[in-house]
Structure formats: structure tokens, C-alpha cells
């Protein structure tokens, strides 16, 4: 019968209540073909330290919650393969550039804050969009201005691989950055003038230097380091008053429009 391959997980602890300083403890987990490092945690807090802490929801790529530094490298605990990691030893530690609020578990109140902080939604008139008829039409091309920025899920996986946030705790960073971006090339969108307020400081976009790193790390390919470059160019135009204010796009009336004789009404609002 074949031995059972053992892991050797290094595991950085902290419990500000009684400890002092962080400091590492070795966990041996038994491999199985298709653990990842979410499971390995799950077996850890089962079989050896109950008190262990990590946040984890959906257990498959899509909430951002299982974020940690894994190796050295920011990525998510569920979609990280033990396998793929080599060797028969693992480093496991909260994401940097963050206060820790127990073992694995970062204090992401900052970066949401900094995130709402550039309006990450659609601005528009609040009279225009109260009107419930007529829809905003947007070609495929205009969609695939941002379209890969939509892919991000707030993990924070590129703001802690991100060293101008190391040495700048006010940095807005790549996320917020980057979202603001998503919303500035967004066709029906119209509150560019006012995020340029928040992106254009000197906490914003100017303090990239881009080394790429935030790009690298992202789990879901959303190139937040191109997103910011694009975004210095546009602030320098903005600046210089080289691009005409461009209005967005104006809701469309038409037989498109119309319900269909077939489809039901959508239900009434609930708020």
C-alpha cells in the first residue's frame, strides 16, 4: 500500500488579544489528488488548532474572501492547488500592506473605504434615472473598454503585492484605482470630473510606478496596471483640456423598447 504523502504547513499566528509578536507553527496535513489550500486549512482547524482563522465563502474563485499570501505570492487559498506548489512544504501568512486582525484574517476596512471614495457606480442625474423607460444602448466595442476591469472581486490580492502602498498607507491603490477607471470608460457614465478629484491627488494614480506587480497577482485577470496608466493619460488630457467633455450616452426611446406581449412585467421595486 502506498505511504500517504504529508505536507508541512507553516502557518503565521497572531491573536492581538494575547500575543505579542506574529510567529509561525508547522501543521502536518496528509495530501489528497485535488487538495487546495483551503482544504488543508479546513483539516488544520479540524484535526490540530480549532482557534485557527481565515475568512472563506464560496469555496470557488468568485467571493475574494480566502485571499492570503501563499509562498510569498498573494492568491486565493480556494483556488490554489497544493499540487501545483511543489515540494513538501508550504508558507501560508496574511496579505501584507494590511493590519491583521487574527492569523490569516486582514482588516480590509481601508481599502473599501478608499474604494467607495472614487464613486464606483454609474453617476447619472437622479431625475433621468428615476424614468423607468428607455434603456442606455452600448456597442460590443464600448463594452470592451472595461469589460476586463468588471472581472475584479475585491480581494485585495494586488493591493498587498502593491510596494507604493507598502511605503504609502494613503496610496488609493490598483483596486480602487482601477475600478474608477472602469467607471471613467464607461459610455453611460458621467462622473469622470469628479473622480478625477480623488485619482488625480497626490495619493492617486501619479503614485504607480508601475511595477506590475498588482497585474501579475490578480486571480482574475483584470490588469488593474494597465488600467492605471490609461488613467494617468487621461488626467493629463483632462488637465490640459486636450478631450472635449464628452456627455454620456442619452437614454434611447424606440420600438425596441417596448414590452413584450409575452413576458411579464418586472416586479415592483422592494426599497
Not at 12 to 39: A, H, I, N, S, W
Not at 213 to 237: N, T, Y
Request: glycine residues 6%; neutral net charge.
Amino acid at each position: 500500500m502506498a505511504e500517504t504523502k504529508t505536507i508541512k504547513f507553516h502557518i503565521r499566528r497572531y491573536d492581538p488579544k494575547k500575543d505579542k509578536e506574529p510567529y509561525f507553527k508547522t501543521y502536518d496535513v496528509p495530501f489528497q489528488p485535488g487538495m487546495v489550500v483551503l482544504d488543508a486549512l479546513h483539516y488544520i482547524r479540524e484535526n490540530y488548532d480549532p482557534s485557527l482563522a481565515w475568512r472563506y465563502s464560496c469555496r470557488m474563485g468568485v467571493c475574494g474572501s480566502c485571499g492570503m499570501l501563499i509562498n510569498g505570492s498573494p492568491t486565493l487559498a480556494c483556488n490554489t492547488q497544493v499540487a501545483t506548489l511543489g515540494g513538501t512544504e508550504i508558507t501560508i501568512a496574511p496579505l501584507p500592506n494590511f493590519d491583521i486582525v487574527k492569523d490569516l484574517v486582514p482588516e480590509l476596512s481601508k481599502m473599501f473605504e478608499k474604494h467607495v471614495a472614487v464613486s464606483p457606480f454609474i453617476v447619472r442625474d437622479e431625475k433621468e434615472l428615476d424614468d423607468e423607460k428607455g434603456e442606455y444602448y452600448q456597442t460590443e466595442h464600448q463594452l470592451e473598454q472595461y469589460l476586463q476591469l468588471t472581472y475584479c472581486i475585491r480581494c485585495g490580492c494586488c493591493m498587498a503585492a502593491c510596494p507604493t502602498l507598502a511605503t504609502d498607507p494613503d496610496y488609493l491603490g490598483p483596486m480602487p484605482l482601477s475600478q474608477a477607471h472602469r467607471y471613467n470608460v464607461d459610455t453611460r457614465d458621467g462622473g469622470r470630473k469628479t473622480r478625477n478629484e480623488k485619482t488625480g491627488s497626490s495619493h492617486g494614480a501619479f503614485k504607480c510606478h508601475f511595477a506590475g506587480e498588482c497585474s501579475r497577482v490578480c486571480p482574475k485577470g483584470a490588469d488593474p496596471a494597465k488600467a492605471i496608466q490609461h488613467m494617468k493619460r487621461q488626467l493629463v488630457f483632462d488637465f490640459l483640456h486636450l478631450i472635449k467633455n464628452q456627455k454620456p450616452c442619452e437614454k434611447q426611446h424606440g420600438p425596441g423598447n417596448e414590452p413584450k406581449k409575452d413576458v411579464p412585467p418586472a416586479p415592483p421595486y422592494t426599497v
